[in-house]
């Protein structure tokens, strides 16, 4: 966070649309259409992090699918250092991943119990298919060392983690490839209050030392005030307000958002949990 904007977007959002067509309700009539998205438009600069926030079926978790490019719009585009993802041959989008990796909101459903962390960690090389075994190990290591994880911890298994350290084993994964970009879907709110702040901190730090920028996918205001430069507001597949979190919070002019805000929780003396 706070750190100088590149002229050049990293990611560009451009009117981005996805439509869901459900099962038939008369054989011969037309299918019924979910309009998850509706021209949606923004852009992430390099060492930023952009927040997108809503409820529930807003479609703020389309948006990181399609950004992560795997789910396929209906209209609109995703680019990456300049590159439509959605018309990349599949060879190039796979070399392209690299550059761009999630993290879950799950982290223990994300993490496959039968693996050791080594294995979990270096399983983004592996799909790249450029190192060798060792290699892979080695990255392993400093991955897991950039997260605040032992050596020693490479051959356990998720089981024998706390929430808030397979979620810090998650983050490694996705650090491991050296990405320009970490599409983050709800990181936090799986894990207790005390260590969403050690999360949140962690991926503060990260930003800091590796340049990398994040797409925060989260429905609560507090954690995108904590980490983002900028949020955007989406409701029913729309962006409806957009800004820097400190002016958007204090002075907000869509219904919407201020209905987003009644709803964070006061802390005894009346304040936020959005106060600086």
């Known amino acids: 966070m706070n750190q100088p904007a590149s002229t050049q977007p990293l990611l560009e ?87 761009f990796q999630m993290v879950f909101q799950d982290p223990y459903g994300s993490l496959d119990p039968r693996q050791t962390v080594a294995r979990i960690v270096a399983e983004p090389l592996e799909a790249l298919a450029e190192t060798s075994r060792a290699e892979q ?71 800091q030392q590796f340049g990398v920028s994040y797409l925060l996918i989260s429905h609560d205001l507090a954690v995108v005030n904590h980490l983002c430069d900028e949020v955007c507001v989406v409701w029913q597949g729309k962006i409806v307000e957009q800004g820097p979190p400190g002016e958007l919070f204090r002075n907000a002019q869509h219904p919407y958002t201020r209905t987003l805000l009644e709803a964070v929780p006061r802390t005894p003396t009346g304040g936020t949990l959005l106060a600086a």
Do not use: W
């Open 137 to 207: 190990r080695e990255r392993a290591s400093e991955a897991l060392a950039a997260v605040g994880l032992r050596t020693t911890d490479m051959d356990k298994y998720p089981h024998e983690f706390s929430g808030g350290q397979r979620q810090r084993i998650a983050i490694a994964r996705a650090l491991i490839t050296r990405p320009k970009l970490i599409v983050a879907d709800e990181p936090v709110s799986a894990l207790d209050v005390s260590v969403q702040a050690q999360v949140l901190n962690l991926m503060q730090d990260l930003q």
């Open 13 to 99: 959002v451009t009117d981005l649309v996805r439509h869901y067509a459900l099962p038939r309700e008369k054989l011969f009539g037309p299918p019924p259409l979910v309009k998850a998205l509706n021209g949606v438009s923004f852009s992430v600069a390099a060492g930023r992090s952009l927040g997108i926030v809503g409820e529930s079926g807003s479609g703020k978790s389309t948006i990181a699918r399609l950004v992560m490019a795997l789910d396929t719009p209906t209209s609109g585009s995703v680019r990456m250092l300049g590159r439509d993802l959605h018309r990349l041959p599949r060879p190039e989008l796979r070399a392209a991943r690299r550059d």
